[in-house]
């Protein structure tokens, strides 16, 4: 395979990421449980905000919702950064609406048409899942100490590499470019839009990313289902309000505001 010269080294991540001023330092592992879970822990033992966590592999990678994240070494990205923004923890989850538009922006340098984000985490090329973001967070009352902000991004992976499971909905920048890209400057790019969305995000909120947020989400207008826990609502969405809620029109005409759950598109 020829991306397996695309190495991860501590030196190479330090060297790449350190001219950006969110990244204040990287703790690079070739094999680890789950990067979300060691920058929780780097972060309670008072780690600052922008030292981040890569890792090659992951034993233990965490989707949302208890799944299972699948980590191959070799050929993908596993990042957590630490965040400790001044803000409640209602906005929390925000901060995966913002990842997400950075992730949106760097993979619409690799492939300018087809790349959305389907709401709140996840980021699709051509209708097919290439990155999840997972956020976690440490609140105290009335304010967030720290945030984990976990990106999983599928680089190299060949549809073949995915689990029976997901080789139908999944794909990785190298299916979808046709060309295996270099991880280091993937990460680099990457954490250049973080940086940019992070300081955004800091000054307005949701609000200063909506209209980019908007620009790469297909899914105004179209009828989904919410299923969250055991419960499910159906709806049309008329859009995405200044928190980063997706607002639902029902069929009784009454307007939801949806801020959690998974969506699905219906009547594809
Ligand atoms: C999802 O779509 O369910 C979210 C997946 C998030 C996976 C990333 S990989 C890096 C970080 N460490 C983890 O254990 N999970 C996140």
């Not at 270099?182 to 990460?187: G, Y």
């Not at 908007?214 to 105004?220: G, P, S």
Request: hydrophobic share 45%; aromatic share 6%; proline share 4%.
């Amino acid at each position: 395979m020829e991306e397996r010269a695309f190495v991860f080294t501590q030196q190479g991540l330090s060297d790449s990421l350190k001219r950006n001023p969110l990244v204040a330092c990287v703790h690079y592992f070739p094999e680890i449980g789950s990067t979300n879970r060691q920058a929780f822990r780097l972060a309670l033992d008072g780690a600052r905000e922008g030292e981040i966590v890569v890792a090659d592999a992951q034993t233990r990678g965490k989707g949302r919702l208890n799944r299972v994240w699948q980590s191959p070494p070799g050929v993908n990205l596993y990042v957590s950064a630490i965040l400790r923004p001044r803000i409640e923890p209602a906005t929390a989850p925000q901060i995966t609406l913002m990842a997400g538009v950075a992730v949106a922006e760097l993979l619409s340098g690799y492939c300018p048409d087809g790349v959305s984000i389907k709401w709140p985490n996840d980021v699709l090329i051509r209708g097919r899942k290439a990155c999840g973001i997972l956020t976690e967070m440490k609140a105290s009352t009335g304010a967030v100490d720290f945030i984990i902000l976990g990106i999983g991004l599928n680089v190299n992976m060949d549809r073949e590499d995915f689990d029976d499971l997901l080789r139908g909905t999944a794909t990785s920048l190298r299916i979808e470019t046709g060309i295996a890209q270099d991880r280091l400057d993937v990460i680099s790019r990457l954490f250049g839009f973080i940086e940019k969305w992070y300081r955004v995000f800091v000054q307005t909120g949701f609000a200063g990313m909506r209209d980019a947020w908007l620009a790469h989400a297909d899914i105004l207008g179209r009828p989904i289902r919410v299923v969250d826990r055991d419960a499910s609502q159906d709806g049309v969405v008329t859009g995405i309000d200044a928190d980063g809620a997706i607002l639902m029109r029902q069929e009784n005409g009454s307007v939801q505001r949806v801020i959690a759950g998974d969506v699905h598109l219906l009547g594809r």
